[in-house]
């Protein structure tokens, strides 16, 4: 069952960065730097954790990996060593019946939340969609996810969202279309629906920075983006809970716009932009291979690597912009974490 604590964060706006997978060189999975990942999260201050999303890689479901279940499990046990209350979501995938056996999975390891693909129906009608959502939504609390399409999503539409805010178990939706149009139906979605307990999450990593700073008025209602839940802040982390509290301060500044353009740029460089995101989860492993907290950046798809050009681009932003970088903070407790 959903803990009162995570709800309450989860309301309130924390980070939560979606979790990778460690990997050895036999593409199997390496528990020990799987727990440093949760253990270096934990550490540098995020309000939870994201597992078997997109960045743990979706082929963790298949039956040949059958990852799903240890990964949860091993951040699980993670969060519950971590002395705090943190926020716990797992991934929820495909057609209704493997989503609701998912769900069922979620709440037996006490996550609070489960964050609803829709990839898999790439072209049911709205009602359909909806119906999903709904059987998912009556096992355990329900994370909206609008899903870029260049990644496996699809065009949801301002009448969509608007349904969905009216399903009661609900509690957040992480906004990822990485389209300012799109983004904008999903806030006004909510917004006209009335539905205050509705968290709004910024999964655009595109636009992070600016999301999280923006007021969102409709009418006389205005509602705020409170969190992020995004691969981005799987890298670099200790430094993205930093910027999150100086935008949760509020005051727009000069030099939080520019922050918001570096890490944009960053993220270009790291979802490998130049390649319609082709290396996006292979440039997040780069990262955390040069920060020794994986070993390799292998994939469970041995094709999936990075782009063209990519490698050049992550040694260029780690030039450009190096107080965005947590190296230090991973250096110093790294052996710590990987015990």
Not at 112 to 119: K, R, T, V
Not at 160 to 180: L, S, Y
Not at 325 to 333: E, K, T
Request: charged share 25%.
């Amino acid at each position: 069952m959903a803990s009162a604590a995570g709800m309450a964060l989860l309301q309130q706006g924390v980070v939560i960065p979606a979790h990778p997978l460690a990997l050895d060189r036999h593409r199997e999975l390496d528990e020990r730097r799987q727990r440093a990942l949760s253990r270096y999260y934990i550490a540098a201050g995020v309000g939870g954790l994201a597992v078997g999303v997109h960045t743990t890689q979706f082929a963790i479901r298949d039956a040949q990996v059958g990852l799903l279940e240890p990964v949860l499990e091993l951040a699980a046990e993670e969060m519950d060593r971590a002395g705090r209350p943190l926020v716990r979501i797992g991934g929820v995938c495909g057609q209704t019946r493997q989503a609701t056996e998912e769900a069922h999975l979620l709440r037996r390891l006490n996550y609070d939340a489960g964050l609803l693909s829709l990839a898999a129906f790439r072209d049911a009608s709205d009602e359909a969609l909806l119906a999903h959502c709904r059987a998912v939504a009556e096992i355990i609390p329900v994370v909206g996810f609008y899903l870029q399409p260049s990644v496996g999503g699809r065009v949801l539409s301002y009448a969509f969202w608007r349904r969905f805010a009216e399903i009661e178990n609900v509690v957040a939706i992480k906004i990822a279309p990485f389209h300012r149009y799109r983004t904008l139906d999903v806030v006004r979605a909510v917004v006209e629906s009335g539905r205050d307990d509705i968290a709004l999450y910024t999964g655009n990593d595109d636009n992070i920075v600016l999301d999280l700073l923006t007021p969102y008025r409709f009418g006389d209602r205005q509602r705020r983006i409170v969190g992020g839940l995004l691969g981005h802040w799987a890298v670099w982390t200790a430094r993205a809970v930093q910027q999150f509290q100086w935008c949760r301060e509020g005051q727009v500044t000069p030099e939080l716009l520019q922050l918001s353009v570096e890490v944009t740029d960053a993220n270009a460089a790291f979802f490998d932009a130049a390649n319609d995101f082709t290396g996006c989860i292979a440039g997040l492993h780069e990262v955390l291979c040069r920060q020794g907290l994986l070993e390799g950046r292998w994939c469970l798809d041995p094709d999936e690597t990075l782009g063209p050009g990519q490698l050049e681009e992550i040694d260029r932003v780690y030039r450009a912009y190096p107080h965005l970088n947590d190296d230090d903070f991973v250096a110093q407790h790294r052996d710590e974490w990987l015990r």
